[in-house]
């Protein structure tokens, strides 16, 4: 079993930015494509950002391209979301998700096996 926690969210002004964290456990972390989604209300969850397990590979999403930044410590058992240029529009629940079987970029949800609890994002205008 895989525990993920999200931490670092809260309410930064437009321009702003946050570092979101998420922490695991349970297994070997190094193992795992990790990801980041977001769902804002009345919305659906929407793709964020994505790691490989080494790190070597990253995706993202058009509207993040440029502004947010993935990385992972796996010493730390820890991916990050550098929020850079923050918007209004930017503003959602975001949620880290792991995926132990597969060591490639995974974008879509449905890929993902673990997921954790989300952190709010709010971000003023």
């Known amino acids: 079993q895989v525990q993920l926690r999200e931490s670092g969210g809260g309410l930064v002004q437009a321009g702003g930015s946050l570092r979101l964290s998420c922490a695991a456990s349970?297994?070997?972390?190094?193992?795992?494509?990790m990801g980041w989604f977001r769902q804002a209300p009345g919305k659906e969850r929407e793709f964020v950002a994505a790691i490989s397990w080494s790190g070597s590979s990253t995706d993202y999403a058009d509207s993040m391209k440029g502004r947010f930044t993935i990385s992972r410590d796996n010493a730390k058992n820890t991916v990050y979301l550098q929020m850079n240029s923050l918007q209004p529009e930017d503003t959602a629940v975001y949620y880290c998700a792991a995926d132990a079987s597969s060591r490639k970029v995974l974008v879509n949800a449905e890929e993902y096996d673990y997921w954790g609890q989300g952190t709010q994002v709010t971000v003023s205008s």
């Open positions: 349970g297994r070997i972390f190094r193992n795992y494509a």
